[in-house]
């Protein structure tokens, strides 16, 4: 059942304490649980899908359609929908309900979100560009990106040409991340490092699309302490 995402809200970021003294950078993702709405058969749309609906809503804010929609369902209302391709449609079934523990074996995650805006910004800021000299007759543009275009053949500017312009803003998918622990009373989810956006941003978490053979932080802590015990044993 990990074909599934859950949808949560980024709270913000704190750290993790091991026993062997090892702190850990974690953010902190409130999640939702999902409920099946609908079932999408391959017969009726060539593919297989499961919908689920996420988030409370007040039924005065929905649209005509979708109150008649979700009470054809016989189910309560939900912010948002979102379909998700499944191998199998045997293990969903409609009013069905999903949390946390679709990632109970999951040790990494992919997750997708919008990034912080930041305005518009120049291109040092934006792509990295190391600018122009800080002397040598360089006047009032020691910030600027240099030449934009070319001769007269091509005569024009590359489309995707690195400049000045809007940064952030954009739905990014960060892989691979590491589950340091869920809370599945609290509906938590602890991830290992930083994800995208700001605090109170939507976050989609679903199972690593990679096959990922690298060691979590507390295997590697369990194969250090292995690793300590075997000289003692050697040297009785």
Same mark, same amino acid.
């Given at each position: 059942?990990?074909?599934?995402?859950?949808? *949560?809200?980024? #709270?913000?970021?704190? &750290?993790?304490?091991?026993?062997?003294? %090892? =702190? +850990?950078?974690?953010?902190?993702? /409130?999640?939702?649980? *999902?409920?099946? #709405?609908?079932?999408? &058969?391959?017969?009726?749309?060539?593919? %297989? =899908? +499961?919908?689920?609906?996420?988030? /409370?809503?007040?039924?005065?804010?929905?649209?005509?359609?979708? &109150?008649?929609?979700?009470?054809?369902?016989?189910?309560?209302?939900?912010?948002?929908? /979102?379909?998700?391709?499944?191998?199998?449609?045997?293990?969903? &079934?409609?009013?069905?309900?999903?949390?946390?523990?679709?990632?109970?074996?999951?040790?990494?995650?992919?997750?997708?979100?919008?990034?912080?805006?930041?305005?518009?910004?120049?291109?040092?800021?934006?792509?990295?560009?190391?600018?122009?000299?800080?002397?040598?007759?360089?006047?009032?543009?020691?910030?600027?990106?240099?030449?934009?275009?070319?001769?007269?053949?091509?005569?024009?500017?590359?489309?995707?040409?690195?400049?000045?312009?809007?940064?952030?803003?954009?739905?990014?998918?960060?892989?691979?991340?590491?589950?340091?622990?869920?809370?599945?009373?609290?509906?938590?989810?602890?991830?290992?490092?930083?994800?995208?956006?700001?605090?109170?941003?939507?976050?989609?978490?679903?199972?690593?699309?990679?096959?990922?053979?690298?060691?979590?932080?507390?295997?590697?802590?369990?194969?250090?302490?292995?690793?300590?015990?075997?000289?003692?044993?050697?040297?009785?």
């Amino acid at each position: 059942m990990t074909e599934i995402a859950l949808i *949560g809200k980024k #709270i913000g970021m704190t &750290k993790e304490f091991y026993k062997s003294g %090892q =702190a +850990v950078p974690v953010t902190v993702v /409130k999640t939702e649980k *999902g409920r099946v #709405i609908q079932l999408i &058969k391959k017969e009726k749309r060539g593919y %297989q =899908a +499961v919908q689920i609906g996420f988030g /409370k809503i007040k039924t005065s804010k929905l649209s005509k359609p979708m &109150k008649g929609y979700y009470s054809k369902k016989g189910t309560e209302a939900k912010k948002m929908l /979102k379909e998700f391709r499944v191998n199998s449609l045997e293990n969903y &079934k409609e009013g069905n309900e999903f949390g946390l523990e679709i990632f109970k074996d999951v040790k990494f995650v992919d997750v997708k979100a919008k990034t912080i805006g930041k305005g518009f910004a120049g291109v040092m800021k934006r792509h990295n560009f190391s600018g122009l000299r800080a002397s040598h007759g360089v006047s009032v543009s020691h910030r600027s990106h240099g030449s934009t275009g070319q001769r007269q053949d091509p005569g024009k500017v590359f489309k995707g040409k690195k400049m000045a312009g809007h940064m952030g803003d954009k739905i990014r998918t960060v892989q691979n991340i590491e589950i340091i622990k869920t809370d599945e009373n609290n509906n938590l989810i602890y991830l290992k490092g930083s994800i995208p956006g700001a605090k109170n941003t939507e976050v989609l978490i679903k199972k690593a699309v990679k096959n990922i053979k690298k060691l979590t932080i507390q295997e590697k802590i369990e194969v250090e302490e292995k690793l300590k015990k075997i000289p003692e044993k050697k040297k009785k």
